[in-house]
């Protein structure tokens, strides 16, 4: 029989996260953003979960929009990162997406062909990765006209540098950038808000929001993890306990023997790794838990197992279930252990793990 390894994903707290960020938006609209797979979390599932809620989604190419469709949704969803290729237009004409046009290429490609999708412009306002700078704005908009392009522009996109940190004065002057590159087309829609921009009092989100880590219930804002933001988590990550042995004091563990114990120990082996995708780099005192009971990691993350320290779980027995994330630890606190983000852990589940849906 296959290992008890599993990452369990609960639609019910990923539809409360998802109006958690349509309240947050006010006014504005929210695309949901399943791009990643859905973080990770199986974008076929996380999109006919929010099919009832999420007018739009959000995915960064045409193969996870097309994915979207694969199963059995019509809403429109927009391409964070265009199209790729000149053809691709048709396709986004012909199952109703909605691309990101951000660079010159990407102009040419509309205005001499055929096809005619709806689509958004990007405005670079100080990111610098993809986009039009705001000055080349009126020159776009005219080649569109002229090319009979125009009648598709839904409106203008960007994407903030450092929403996540709410002490950085650069979002407010990439909102005041991109107001006033956007002035001009007042009729125009407007979509700006990550999921950090959901959670900066005073911020304008106006028509379209697009929350995407906040949905899976990963903390957006540094400092805060999603619980203390009011987020659920959506992702339970959990593997069996293998073996329990005791070490002795001098005695190590692992790879490099990186831990060596002070005292006697008892200790277990945990049936997942970075095989899995469990970050290699989350040491001695990484929290999990089991049956409740939080408990640390010892020792160096093998491919296909590590090592916890049970001192605090006398009642553990083999076969238990250790959490490694989840309800009881919070992924942003392994996150922050390994030196990495909430959003690297869910996205690098490997497909070893199944998933089971709830």
């Known amino acids: 029989m296959p290992r008890a390894t599993v990452a369990r994903i609960d639609l019910a707290a990923l539809r409360r996260n ?5 309240a947050r938006a006010g006014a504005a609209r929210s695309m ?30 045409l193969e996870e929009a097309l994915a979207i469709r694969e199963a059995g949704l019509s809403q429109a969803v927009v391409l964070l990162q265009g199209v790729h290729a000149r053809g691709d237009l048709a396709d986004c004409e012909h199952q109703g997406f909605e691309p990101v046009l951000h ?22 306002t100080g990111m610098n990765r993809l986009g039009f700078r705001p000055d080349t704005l009126p020159s776009v908009v005219e080649t569109l006209a002229v090319g009979g392009g125009r009648a598709g522009l839904l409106g203008f996109v960007t994407h903030f540098a450092c929403a996540d940190d709410t002490g950085s004065p650069m979002t407010a002057e990439q909102t005041a950038v991109f107001e006033a590159a956007t002035a001009a087309w007042p009729d125009l829609m407007k979509s700006v808000g990550n999921s950090a921009a959901h959670f900066l009092p005073g911020q304008p989100l106006y028509d379209w929001s697009r929350p995407g880590i906040m949905l ?3 903390s957006p804002v540094i400092g805060q993890t999603g619980p203390e933001l009011g987020l659920q988590p959506v992702m339970t990550l959990e593997a069996p306990l293998m073996t329990i042995r005791t070490l002795q004091a001098g005695e ?11 005292r006697e120990t008892r200790m277990g082996m945990v049936a997942i790794g ?14 999990a838990a089991i049956n409740g009971q939080r408990i640390r990691l010892i020792g160096r993350v093998s491919m296909d197992m590590l090592a916890v320290d049970l001192t605090n779980a ?44 709830r």
């Not at 998802?18 to 349509?22: E, N, S, Y």
């Not at 660079?103 to 670079?124: C, E, I, M, T, Y």
């Not at 190590?252 to 002070?262: D, K, L, Q, R």
């Not at 290699?280 to 929290?287: E, F, L, S, V």
Request: hydrophobic share 40%.
């Open 18 to 22: 998802f109006q958690t960020a349509r």
């Open 32 to 61: 949901a953003v399943v791009k990643a797979d859905g973080y990770g979390h199986g974008i076929r599932q996380v999109a006919r979960a929010l099919a009832d809620d999420a007018p739009k989604f959000a995915v960064a190419c």
């Open 103 to 124: 660079s010159r290429q990407q102009l040419d490609w509309l205005v001499r062909g055929q096809a005619r999708p709806a689509f958004w412009l990007k405005v670079n």
């Open 216 to 218: 899976y219930g990963g």
């Open 252 to 262: 190590s563990v692992g790879y490099g023997a990186s831990f060596v114990a002070e």
């Open 274 to 287: 970075y095989g899995d995708g469990y970050p290699r780099h989350a040491g001695t005192d990484t929290p």
């Open 314 to 357: 006398p009642g553990a027995r083999e076969g238990d279930l250790v959490e490694l994330w989840g309800r009881t630890v919070g992924v942003d606190d392994v996150a922050r252990c390994a030196g990495t983000i909430a959003y690297e852990l869910l996205t690098g589940i490997t497909a070893r793990v199944p998933r089971e849906y």
